[in-house]
């Protein structure tokens, strides 16, 4: 990482004017639309941000937290994020993908409806109480994520590696084993039943009364 810049001004100007920022903290700044390619943060943290359409293609950012912040369909293709927390912030219709090769991400209390999760790897990411309806993760290998608390209502999964990933605590799961790689997977009883019914089968308490059977005695009924 280059040297960080002398300014130690945190208001808009200074961060489109610099290039490497370290231990620096943004508050309240309205930078929609800004481009910040290529620059470079370290232990910087974004409080209150107003960055929706934002670029961030060619940006490093390292052990850098964003909290409450308006991310609504920025552009992270191209980052390199390493060890990179999102906290409460509104993260609708941002496409990830092209992450660099080593991603650490982690969700808390984010809106991410309408994401789009594509060619990463996320092992071991924790989406903890976030709404993620109507997102799609396609060829992401999510072994050991932990979703607990988060709405995946509508989202869909295709090509995913899905190796113990905990969607227990999840609600509105579905995830098709004939679509992604979900063995081990833990999913919660109401999201299992779905995926019966959706084979054709009928769950008793969940698809109507079972039907019981006469029992077969292996004799012909007498006349």
């Not at 620096?24 to 943290?45: H, N, P, V």
């Not at 969700?107 to 109507?134: M, N």
């Not at 790689?181 to 308490?205: C, D, T």
Request: glycine share 10%.
């Amino acid at each position: 990482m280059a040297p960080p810049d002398d300014d130690d001004g945190s208001d808009l100007e200074s961060l489109l004017r610099g290039r490497s920022f370290e231990d620096r903290t943004f508050t309240g700044l309205e930078m929609q639309e800004a481009d910040l390619a290529g620059k470079e943060f370290a232990g910087c943290t974004f409080v209150g941000c107003k960055a929706q359409e934002t670029r961030w293609r060619g940006c490093r950012l390292e052990d850098c937290v964003f909290e409450r912040c308006d991310l609504t369909q920025a552009r992270p293709a191209g980052m390199v994020a390493g060890k990179l927390q999102f906290r409460g912030c509104k993260l609708m219709g941002v496409e990830w993908t092209e992450l660099g090769r080593f991603v650490n991400l982690g969700f808390s209390e984010c809106t991410l409806q309408f994401a789009s999760f594509l060619r990463l790897s996320l092992c071991r990411t924790q989406f903890v109480d976030c709404t993620i309806t109507e997102a799609n993760f396609f060829e992401v290998d999510l072994g050991e994520a932990d979703f607990r608390g988060s709405s995946l209502t509508g989202s869909v999964f295709r090509g995913c590696k899905l190796r113990k990933t905990d969607f227990s605590a999840a609600t509105g799961v579905f995830v098709d084993p004939a679509a992604n790689e979900a063995r081990e997977a833990i999913v919660p009883v109401e999201s299992a039943v779905l995926l019966a019914m959706h084979l054709g089968l009928r769950v008793a308490g969940y698809s109507g009364p079972a039907t019981k059977s006469e029992p077969r005695t292996g004799r012909g009924r007498r006349k």
